[in-house]
């Protein structure tokens, strides 16, 4: 595994293909929890999440994962998968092409001194990134992650409950939901998410990682 990392983070060439869902049996949906991780917030939602028996996938910055490594270990630790959120979360798509490269290879350097050893995928900060960039993504054969489902609008405005109906209503087999328990949404999100997994588990779907809802 970490032969095929170490060619995923060397560079070459095509378009950004995109996560998709595989067929599998019944329906699942990912959470991604986007940012951080934050010393604390990071422990506390690793036990909400055990509590609920949700896998998860996260997505820390590189350059926060070089200053909490414990927090990083502690997700790779839970199970959780962990992907490439770039070096210092700047808009990629206004990088020159070097320097967008040099933020997701440093980071994906950190991943792997981590001992992250599975192929990480790419969550393009902002969710942009340039055709340019998607090319030689593409032909490093990452996976690009992104979500069809953001309930930070509800969280925002502290309504918990639109926010987990909010999901239960638009959620499909392959969604994907983007979370961010690590700055100011914290408590709203730590708050939401019984109630997310209650009403999405009743509604007959099952949490897993963006790996496993992609999984040839
Ligand atoms: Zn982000």
Sequence with gaps: MKIIITVVCTWLSIFPVYTQATQASGKQIALIFDEGPVPGKTESLLKQLESLQITATFFPIGREMEKFPDQTQAIIAAGHQLGNHSYSHMDLAQMSLSSAKEEIKKTCRLLQRHGYIDKPMFLPPFG????ELGTLLQDQNFKIAHWDLDPSQHLQQG?????????????????VV???????????????LPLINAQLKAAGFHFVTLEQLTAD
Excluded: T
């Design 159 to 175: 309504d918990i409950q639109a926010a987990a109906d909010y999901l239960s209503k638009n959620a499909k087999h392959g969604s």
């Design 128 to 131: 942009r990134i340039s055709e």
């Design 178 to 192: 983007l979370l961010h328990p690590m700055y100011d949404q914290y408590h709203q999100v730590i708050e939401a």
